[in-house]
């Protein structure tokens, strides 16, 4: 028996509104047990929804100007109090976090397609333009592996 949506089981309206999720944010970490991700067209709708996000970010931003001053926000470069707060403050940061899920996705899925060169390059060039090293690492195969070293620590 299928119920319409916004309805009591016994056919009534139902009081709750629908839960408006960010679809960003449907997904987990498939390092935490998400396996939704792994599938390959699961991981295509994704990076279509996180292009659409950025494309929306770039295009709110308006100019180049305010565009860098956003990616120098969230990289802690230049001071909060110097730059105007615009109202899509963590924007960059989900994208960021989006990305990261689809990298782990592509990772534990062992997809090394076109489409997984096309997500690393897009997420190296957005993490450059962030100063998000973390986005750029290559991943790691063993758990000692997980913590980066210091790069300018003497050899």
Do not use: W
């Not at 997500?119 to 790691?140: D, K, M, N």
């Amino acid at each position: 028996m299928q119920r319409k949506l916004g309805r009591t089981p016994q056919g009534r309206p139902s009081r709750l509104k629908p839960v408006e999720q960010d679809p960003l944010a449907e997904y987990g970490l498939p390092s935490k047990g998400e396996k939704r991700l792994l599938s390959p067209k699961v991981q295509e709708s994704y990076y279509s929804k996180i292009v659409e996000r950025y494309l929306a970010f770039c295009t709110e931003a308006g100019d180049r100007d305010t565009l860098q001053k956003q990616f120098a926000r969230l990289s802690g470069i230049l001071a909060l109090h110097t730059l105007p707060v615009p109202h899509n403050n963590d924007a960059l940061s989900q994208i960021l976090s989006a990305l990261r899920k689809l990298r782990e996705a592509l990772v534990a899925s062992h997809r090394t397609d076109d489409f997984a060169i096309q997500v690393y390059l897009f997420s190296v060039r957005l993490g450059i333009q962030a100063s998000s090293f973390e986005t750029y690492l290559p991943p790691s195969s063993t758990s000692s592996d997980a913590t980066p070293t210091n790069p300018s620590a003497p050899h």
